[in-house]
């Protein structure tokens, strides 16, 4: 085991290094960069209001650069590292990644790690609880399912699954904020931020409670499109063993039903649904939805994404990618660890064949 995953750790070095160099190249010839960006503002080019600048391409910035101080520019390309050959600035970045330092924002002005902290709390509110609310649903839902296959109540999870599954997450935001959330309805759950206002000055309790009350549409609209897929898995998968020779047996020598469920079938069946509980767990820290955010003005790692790729922020946007790439990394290699302590009759000698 531990020669395994010494390799799976050797084979994520060149991985990691692999995306962040194509990343990398990729920034170095979008037009519009901070230095070409800064310069729009100093011609006047760039709006005052809402950080909008007119993106230049890079013979704007030649032609541009008749009205402009020289040595202005290049103290431009300085404060931005731009003054160095992309090889070298590549090598003290990744040098620095090594060590966690991720720099300063170029659009927030302030530490990367910090802008990420303070955005967490939101990603992780949303991924988590969609999480624990997907396997506790979905998988009680998926047995049920196929031990009653093809009954009414079967066609009728399915159909209800389905048509949330169809249903976009921000059209499911948009009408629970019309129904529920103060629109022609009624006004029940609040449509801002993660807790109130006055929240400092509730009772414990009474915190658990706002957070909880301001939690419900967003996990609502981030959830419903997520029961389908594991929902189903679950039923295919014990489906898959409820037919095969052992559970004939079993139910030959008289065992009862329950007994042959879940002292059978169920240590079989789950373990493709089990296998994917590292890395999900792992994920739904960090994961963001920008349309959901959005709706429901939540300032989380979504909507920090998509400002910084929108902004040129290379700090955030090459940081952020270093650290998710390591976690998501990470949680494979504690997927396929889990395969075997799942399922003893797999051994990383076979998995390395496969």
């Not at 139910?251 to 509980?277: D, S």
């Amino acid at each position: 085991m531990a020669a395994y995953i010494l390799r799976r750790i050797l084979l994520m070095i060149p991985t990691l290094i692999g995306i962040m160099l194509i990343t990398f190249t990729v920034t170095q010839f979008v037009p519009g960069g901070p230095v070409e960006r800064m310069l729009a503002q100093l011609k006047g080019h760039g709006g005052s209001g809402g950080g909008e600048v007119r993106v230049s391409t890079a013979a704007d910035l030649y032609q541009g650069d008749k009205g402009l101080d020289p040595e202005r520019v290049e103290q431009l390309k300085k404060l931005y590292g731009f003054d160095k050959p992309p090889v070298e600035r590549f090598v003290r970045m990744m040098k620095n990644y090594l060590l966690f330092d991720f720099g300063e924002s170029y659009y927030h002005h302030q530490s990367v790690v910090d802008l990420v902290i303070s955005k967490l709390p939101v990603s992780m509110s949303l991924g988590l609880w969609s999480f624990l609310i997907v396997y506790a649903t979905c998988i009680p839902l998926g047995i049920a399912k196929a031990v009653q296959d093809g009954s009414r109540f079967d066609v009728a999870t399915s159909t209800f699954i389905l048509i949330g599954y169809a249903i976009p997450g921000f059209v499911l935001a948009i009408a629970l904020i019309v129904l529920f959330g103060g629109g022609s309805f009624w006004n029940i759950f609040p449509l801002r931020g993660l807790v109130s206002d006055n929240w400092s000055e509730l009772a414990l309790l009474d915190k658990v409670l706002d957070y909880l009350w301001h939690m419900v549409l967003p996990i609502i609209s981030s959830t419903v499109g997520s029961l389908a897929v594991m929902t189903l898995l679950t039923k295919n998968s014990f489906l898959e063993e409820i037919h095969k020779q052992y559970v004939l047996t079993a139910r030959a020598k008289g065992l009862e039903e329950g007994r042959v469920l879940y002292r059978h079938i169920f240590r079989n069946a789950i373990i493709p649904i089990i296998t994917g509980f590292p890395g999900s767990f792992i994920t739904a820290f960090f994961t963001g939805s920008l349309l959901i955010e959005t709706i429901f003005s939540l300032d989380g790692m979504g909507l920090l994404a998509y400002e910084s790729i929108l902004n040129r922020d290379y700090p955030v946007v090459l940081g952020t990618l270093y650290f998710f790439t390591i976690i998501g990394l990470i949680s494979r290699l504690l997927s396929d660890l889990s395969y075997v302590v799942v399922d003893p009759r797999i051994t990383f000698d076979s998995m390395e064949s496969q």
